[in-house]
């Protein structure tokens, strides 16, 4: 658990049990490698963001796709018509992400490097797997990046002790990427109750391949909480889905953060203040912005001078 506005862990479980043997239980599970499953992704859609490719509200391809022997499937199985990005992102589909990654000039291997992960392998190695997961990283690091959505595109190195030193802050993002990366993460189903109203969820959940690691990552008021669920010794169990497992766990914590803290709030809406950020319609059927032949229009997030004009 990460206070985003100072960087402070404020809370942290390495294990089940410190004293258990039989689970490893001196492991500090934190500071393990494992796959992060598709916690990544709305990273990829940041960076698209960022770069010109996307506005929320963009169509995305989910048909079968080969990049050279790479022949990646959806979770479900399922590919389905083409999604806006804003769906394609809760809905975790791959296929987009992939094929949205694959057009990032640079990616997301050099992104992550500079938000602090330390990979085993080189860029090569990782290819387009990266995005559903194929590089380890840690529940911190992993905290950090989502941290960095809410430090308006500013990576900090999160610390544990008062005066830790730390690495100098980086601007890994355009500050309207991070904040409308933090508002496609938003599905309407997912908040907590506190006395001043709903305070909304955004988080990602994430699957390792062979049902080894259960993630759920994201922010929610002035924390970044970062949950797994597995086993020490790799084991795999087909009940280890980050949707089904550590996302329930994830909004216990956040119901019971916003109980204990009076003043609790959602401070993604003033991060607004200051920031290139309009709301525009664009075509439902098409996501483009030329609206003049369409039926039905809808209002979406952009980012005028950098979101496509298409």
Known sequence: ?????????????????????????????????????????????????????????????????????YDPENFDRARRRPHPAEGAVPQSRNIPAILLASRLRPGLFSF????????????????????????????????????????????????????EKTRPAVSLL????????????????????TSSGPVPLRFKTGTSNGFRDAWTAGVVGPYVLVVWAGNFDNRANPLLVGGEVAAPLFADIAQALAFAEPDFADLVPRM??????????????????DTSLCRETTETWYIPGRSPTR
Request: aromatic share 8%.
């Open 1 to 69: 658990l990460i206070h985003w506005p100072s960087m402070e862990i404020r809370a942290l479980v390495g294990s089940a049990d410190f004293f258990s043997s039989a689970i490893s239980g001196q492991v500090d599970g934190t500071n393990a490698k494992r796959s992060p499953g598709s916690t990544l992704k709305p990273f990829i859609y940041a960076l698209a963001l960022d770069q010109g490719l996307i506005h929320p509200r963009t169509l995305l391809e989910d048909s079968p796709r080969s990049f050279g022997g």
């Open 272 to 289: 607004h203040e200051g920031l290139n950020i309009t709301r525009e319609k664009v075509c439902t059927a098409t996501g483009d912005i």
């Open 174 to 193: 355009s500050p309207e990427a991070a904040v409308v990366t933090l508002r496609m993460l938003e599905d309407g189903a997912h908040f907590v109750r």
């Open 112 to 163: 992550l490097q500079r938000a602090g992960v330390e990979f085993a392998f080189s860029e090569e190695h990782y290819g387009l797997s990266l995005v559903l997961g194929g590089a380890e990283v840690t529940m911190r690091e992993l905290g950090g990046l989502y941290a960095m959505l809410a430090n308006r595109g500013v990576w900090r190195q999160s610390r544990l002790f008062e005066g």
